[in-house]
């Protein structure tokens, strides 16, 4: 998959209730003040294009994800892509248009220490997630197509089918529709490095204002399951979006444990095997 090496690679941190806690992760934000309490608590990198460093890394896959070296807790987040066009003026963004949206495993590691959010999340290649399956945005606002939309997460281990995500509306989300698209674009221009966030709209000036990019919205909530398991080798990882007027959340999960994946507009599925490292 590399469709998207030119984009930049951003994700919303904490843009859904309950996520960061489960994560492990909110004492990292103890730190950070936001005008909306309830609101997310910033933005970080996963990709860079031409960037000097591990940021620089093109992570994304379509199918694998392989593990970091040594030992290391390894999650998987399912949420949601936005395949945005970003628009400047001067140094400074002046819109962000979601074009298109899609199955997301914004995979991390769970290390206490880490300096920045980043430092979780881009080990390498193979280390993201995203679904070649993008549905079009007609409009990303309240009444839109995209308010039909639910996102699940399965892990499949030894044969069998766990949910490791709670089955959730996309319209569940704490900033979505303009109030997100809004959100995001202030973040970036003001958001400093400080604490677990860093400077965004100095890495775009960088990347010599790159005209597109991936968004990831935020993790949705685990469930027991979920918040509590680890990937392994041998595992596979499952983020489906889909349009509940096609089938329900019962649907879903018989089609899992099937692998019954019948190409379908109403679906955007991301399957990938979890693998170790030729260095392991």
Not at 102 to 125: F, L, P, Q, V
Not at 148 to 158: G, H, P, V
Not at 217 to 230: K, L
Request: glycine letters at 8%; hydrophobic letters at 35%.
């Amino acid at each position: 998959m590399d469709t998207y090496k030119e984009y930049v690679g951003l994700g919303v941190a904490s843009n859904f209730a309950l996520h960061l806690q489960q994560a492990g992760e909110a004492a990292d934000f103890k730190e950070v003040v936001t005008d909306d309490p309830n609101g997310p608590k910033g933005m970080f990198p996963f990709y860079l294009s031409g960037f000097e460093g591990q940021l620089g890394v093109y992570p994304l896959s379509a199918d694998t994800i392989i593990l970091p070296e040594g030992e290391a807790n390894v999650q998987m987040e399912p949420e949601v892509a936005l395949l945005c066009d970003l628009e400047y003026e001067g140094e400074r963004i002046a819109s962000v248009t979601p074009r298109y949206f899609a199955a997301y495993n914004d995979c991390s590691i769970r290390k206490e220490g880490a300096r920045k959010i980043s430092e979780k999340k881009n080990w390498g290649a193979c280390s993201k997630g995203l679904s070649e399956q993008l549905i079009p945005i007609e409009k990303f606002e309240a009444g839109g197509d995209i308010d039909r939309w639910r996102i699940a997460s399965f892990l499949r281990r030894r044969g069998d089918v766990f949910r490791y995500g709670e089955d959730v509306e996309l319209v569940g989300y704490s900033y979505f529709h303009a109030k997100l698209l809004t959100w995001i674009k202030d973040q970036i221009n003001t958001q400093r490095d400080f604490g677990p966030l860093e400077d965004i709209q100095s890495y775009l000036l960088t990347c010599n204002k790159p005209k597109q990019a991936i968004i990831s919205i935020g993790a949705t909530r685990y469930t027991f399951y979920g918040e509590s398991t680890f990937l392994r080798e041998g595992d596979e990882a499952i983020v489906v979006l889909y349009n509940d007027d096609f089938c329900c959340p019962n649907e879903i999960l018989k089609r899992v444990v099937k692998n019954n994946y019948e190409a379908h507009s109403g679906i955007s599925l991301l399957r990938q095997k979890v693998i170790r490292g030729q260095g392991e």
